[in-house]
């Protein structure tokens, strides 16, 4: 005659411990997420920076103008995007440029003509504001030397290049 | 897994009547709740913010060009270092009038230091990517000479030299971009 097996009935584990770990865990990742910016919300390319070596120095978010290029994921066609990332400088260079509301995203895709004229205006509303091309690796460098060229026309000579710590 | 359940039920005691209530409480011991929903919810919300949590910040690379200036500045060839990069992506280097030759990006830093400590602050490092040049090795380029810039200074400071670094962002010719197609 086979053994009966003995059903285990209120069988407990002690799960405080993992319980502990698990909200040390999640608080931490709470507290560093960072969420998408509206701009980054409403993008339709993902860019691939370049790598360069470990630099002390980070992306400030604050009084910056941002020079995005990249590439469009389902047409894949190349282009500039403007963002100005203060909202009151938006604001007010939108109104200097008589945007309609339809123009007044938070990220615009500009030609180069538009891109002079609200660099212009940046340099105007905010002369502290600093400058970032922020492209992809895949690029051209045409679309880069394009970008630097209107920031020198516009007196704007010192300005950064995004890139992304080398793994 | 069922959480035990014995803290749940009522004790007998309570169940007899008002007469008891005034009764001292017993301390509950071995009381137990059922964490399973609890822990369930948390495991969801860790996971996703571990997804979603993105720990590269980018980074910046200083650049700064000079002001658009009319005249040119006139420099002597002989202490020119050009560094090409051509449309593949490969990387040409002359030096004054020389013709290109290529030069491997791994090669690319002892080259520049030894350059630099030849001519000390004399040399002037003149770059010139192909308009069809990938963004992404140009960046590793203007990467690689911040690196040896590095080298140099320290080296140039043991010998009490202060460096002036002589860098400029230099548009290709037409005829420069056939010719480097030539190599």
Known sequence: MPKIKKKRLGFVIDMTPMVD?????LTFFMFTAKFKTEAEAEQKFVIKRPYASADTSKLPDKDIAIIKVGIDTLTGDTSYYYTIVNELQRRQV??????????????????????????????????????????????RYKWVEDAIDVLRKNNATAFNFVTEKRQ | MAGGGGGLELPERQRRGKKHSKRKKKKRLGFRI???PMVDIVFLLLTFFMYTTTMVTPQVMEISVPKE??????????NLFTLYVRGDGKLFFSMGTDEPQPLALSDLRSKAVELN???????ITAFKPSPDAPYGVVVQVLDILNQAEAEIIRQLQAEGIKRERKFAFVKLSPEEVEKLKGL
Not at chain 1, 21 to 25: C, Q
Not at chain 2, 69 to 78: D, F, L, M, R, Y
């Open chain 1, 21 to 25: 770990v698990t909200f040390l865990l």
């Open chain 1, 94 to 139: 939108y109104d200097n440029l008589n945007f309609t509301p339809e123009q007044r995203k938070p990220q615009l895709k500009v030609g180069l003509d538009l891109l002079d004229q609200l660099i212009m205006q940046t340099r105007i509303t905010g002369p502290r504001t600093r400058f970032a091309i922020d492209g992809d690796r895949r690029i």
């Open chain 2, 34 to 36: 059922d964490m399973t």
């Open chain 2, 69 to 78: 200036v009319e005249e040119n500045v006139e420099v002597n060839q002989a």
């Open chain 2, 117 to 123: 400590l030849l001519r000390k602050n004399k040399l």
